[in-house]
């Protein structure tokens, strides 16, 4: 029988890197075709406390909304 390693993997995400990804995947619900935006609130215990993303607010039919922007000159 072999052994399992119980040594703890060194290659993780370290926190920044891990909340920067949440907002990352957050920005990719955003509908706009101009900008994805995505946040990730953190408290001083590295705990999430709010995440989110450039879009309506809930109740809210984003079917209205023109997503054309203006130029400016």
Do not use: H
């Not at 370290?14 to 609130?41: H, T």
Request: net charge neutral; charged share 25%.
């Amino acid at each position: 029988m072999s052994e399992v390693s119980c040594k703890k993997r060194d290659d993780y995400l370290e926190w920044p890197e891990y909340f920067m990804a949440v907002a990352f995947l957050s920005a990719q619900r955003s509908k706009d075709p101009n900008s994805q935006v995505g946040a990730c609130i953190v408290n001083s215990e590295n705990k999430i406390v709010g995440i989110g993303y450039n879009g309506m607010p809930n109740g809210c039919s984003d079917d209205q909304l023109p997503w054309r922007r203006t130029a400016k000159n």
